[in-house]
């Protein structure tokens, strides 16, 4: 069993649309990412936190580390926001990554 | 800025065939990486580099040797390919050592084995 689990696995929303992302995890974590790849491939990180909240632009995570569940909001979404988005833990040294949510925002 | 470089994007090898897939870094980063990343599954951990002259297996090291060339080379040879082998490879680097600092990932290599 994968000790990090990522839902939904597939999401479609329309364009303006509010989307959330959930990442669970079963290990003690000094850090969690959010990444996002394209559909080309190429894989950029988002956020890197260990407590609260971060924002940038459109994008929201939040973390809550008694829960072991983070969450990635993209408010007002867009067809550019289609992509597939990785929650990974940092267990003290080791990276480990879920499986990635599939997100198509339609126009 | 190049960032990551991997070459080559695309690679097709028939069963025992051996190459090298290569990476290189322009930001004077420590730490560097390699990923396989399977339909269905995360991306998964292959070797890392904490720093120049060090390397250390990761979750799926079998079938794989790494060689930190040098602070900005890392790369991944396949001694003797098996379609098990057969994904998309990932580069990455990052300041420090792995998870306490963003990662900056290449635009992968598509390897496939027959």
Same mark, same amino acid.
């Given at each position: 069993k994968n000790e990090v689990e990522q839902s939904p696995q597939n999401l479609t929303a329309q364009e303006g649309e509010f989307i959330t992302i959930n990442c669970s995890y079963s290990v003690g974590i000094s850090a969690l990412h959010w990444l996002q790849q394209h559909p080309g491939g190429g894989i950029v990180s988002l956020f890197m936190l260990s407590s609260g909240k971060k924002k940038h632009g459109r994008l929201i995570a939040t973390i809550n580390i008694q829960e072991k569940h983070s969450s990635l909001h993209i408010t007002a979404?867009?067809?550019?926001?289609?992509a597939v988005y990785i929650c990974a833990v940092d267990s003290w040294g080791k990276l480990q990554f879920g499986a990635g949510t599939q997100v198509v925002v339609t126009p | 800025n190049a960032g990551v470089t991997q070459t080559p994007k695309f690679q097709v090898l028939k069963t025992g065939q051996s190459m090298t897939l290569q990476c290189a870094q322009?930001? /004077?980063? /420590?730490s560097m990486y390699w990923y396989r990343q399977d339909p269905g599954m995360g991306l998964r951990l292959i070797y890392y580099s904490a720093s120049e002259g060090t390397t250390d297996k990761g979750e799926v090291p079998n079938g794989y040797n790494v060689s930190?060339?040098?602070?900005?080379e890392f790369s991944l040879r396949l001694e003797s390919a098996a379609p098990s082998q057969t994904s998309v490879y990932f580069c990455a680097s990052s300041e +420090?050592?792995? +998870?306490?600092q963003p990662q900056h990932f290449g635009d992968g290599t598509r390897l496939s084995i027959l």
């Amino acid at each position: 069993k994968n000790e990090v689990e990522q839902s939904p696995q597939n999401l479609t929303a329309q364009e303006g649309e509010f989307i959330t992302i959930n990442c669970s995890y079963s290990v003690g974590i000094s850090a969690l990412h959010w990444l996002q790849q394209h559909p080309g491939g190429g894989i950029v990180s988002l956020f890197m936190l260990s407590s609260g909240k971060k924002k940038h632009g459109r994008l929201i995570a939040t973390i809550n580390i008694q829960e072991k569940h983070s969450s990635l909001h993209i408010t007002a979404s867009h067809p550019r926001d289609s992509a597939v988005y990785i929650c990974a833990v940092d267990s003290w040294g080791k990276l480990q990554f879920g499986a990635g949510t599939q997100v198509v925002v339609t126009p | 800025n190049a960032g990551v470089t991997q070459t080559p994007k695309f690679q097709v090898l028939k069963t025992g065939q051996s190459m090298t897939l290569q990476c290189a870094q322009d930001m /004077n980063h /420590n730490s560097m990486y390699w990923y396989r990343q399977d339909p269905g599954m995360g991306l998964r951990l292959i070797y890392y580099s904490a720093s120049e002259g060090t390397t250390d297996k990761g979750e799926v090291p079998n079938g794989y040797n790494v060689s930190r060339l040098n602070k900005r080379e890392f790369s991944l040879r396949l001694e003797s390919a098996a379609p098990s082998q057969t994904s998309v490879y990932f580069c990455a680097s990052s300041e +420090g050592r792995q +998870g306490h600092q963003p990662q900056h990932f290449g635009d992968g290599t598509r390897l496939s084995i027959l």
